[in-house]
């Protein structure tokens, strides 16, 4: 249903898109993680492909994150840590994925879009897209895409968004940290590098990219109980008062707009 989110996949000469869409700024409920997670493992196996793109839809914000409706929804402990499960399996399928995968952020992105765009083997970014790591704020944590970001980014920058929860950092920032790979000054720009890039890789030895790939993410076999830890801690903070209060009172403040 539309208004649970939607993710389409195509392939066209050898690049296979996935791409996912909800309307309260591409948020991620726990259907659209499982349909997410489905869509890139599918991808890896799909022999005519030699490479993925993921992007949202739309031209605004590229992930908003946790779907806040979702999470006050949560009743229990166990249903917490299986919906924070959903943000593991997304990034532990971008992880052992063997097609090279970039990512396309053509803006604002909180949270779990964070964890895709670190996730990513490539990210192009459009100078619009600022990021915030919000968990914090939330009285919760950064701990399900901690391993993601923190690898790309380093451990300072990681605590400095995770600390600084309340706050935008521009996308010149993202891109001077390794968050993102390159920023382009307009959708177009934008559009014109990810599909020269996917097209150079498209055109490239299917085994020398399986085997870089494998060497880039040399020494995270350990992430899928990592990621599996880390829900459980999210699962049980998620059910404090001090969370479903803040995230009430987030939710009645923007209907009051």
């Known amino acids: 249903m539309p208004e649970q989110g939607t993710v389409s996949v195509n392939t066209i000469s050898q690049i296979t898109t996935v791409e996912f869409h909800h309307p309260k ?17 599918a991808a890896g196996r799909v022999e005519e492909s030699r490479v993925v793109i993921i992007r949202s839809k739309g031209d605004r914000a590229f992930c908003a994150g946790a779907s806040f409706d979702e999470l ?15 943000f593991a399996r997304v990034i532990n399928a971008m992880r052992t994925c063997p ?31 600022s990021v915030k790591l919000s968990e914090l704020a939330l009285g919760i944590g950064p701990f399900v895409v901690g391993p993601a970001v923190g690898r790309k980014i380093g451990t300072s920058a990681f ?6 929860a309340r706050n935008w950092y521009d996308a010149g920032w993202a891109e001077q940290k390794g968050l993102y790979n390159r920023v382009l000054d ?56 001090f969370t479903r209060s803040y995230i009430q009172e987030f939710k009645n403040t923007r209907n009051k707009k």
Do not use: C
Request: charged share 20%; hydrophobic share 40%.
């Open 186 to 241: 307009s959708i177009e720009a934008l559009d014109e590098a990810v599909d020269t890039l996917a097209a150079d890789l498209a055109s490239s030895n299917p085994d020398s990219m399986r085997e870089l790939k494998q060497i880039m993410w040399q020494s995270t076999g350990h992430w899928s109980s990592t990621l599996e830890q880390r829900a459980e801690i999210s699962g049980r903070l998620v059910m404090s008062e």
């Open 25 to 41: 700024g591409n948020s991620l409920p726990g259907k659209l993680l499982q349909e997410l997670d489905e869509s890139i493992t």
């Open 99 to 129: 097609k090279l995968i970039i990512a396309r952020v053509q803006g604002k992105t909180v949270g779990g879009g964070i964890g895709i765009a670190a996730a990513a083997d490539y990210t192009l970014a459009h100078s619009s897209a």
């Open 72 to 86: 006050l929804a949560i009743s229990d402990e166990e249903q917490g840590k299986q919906f924070f499960m959903g």
């Open 159 to 164: 605590a400095t968004l995770s600390l600084d």
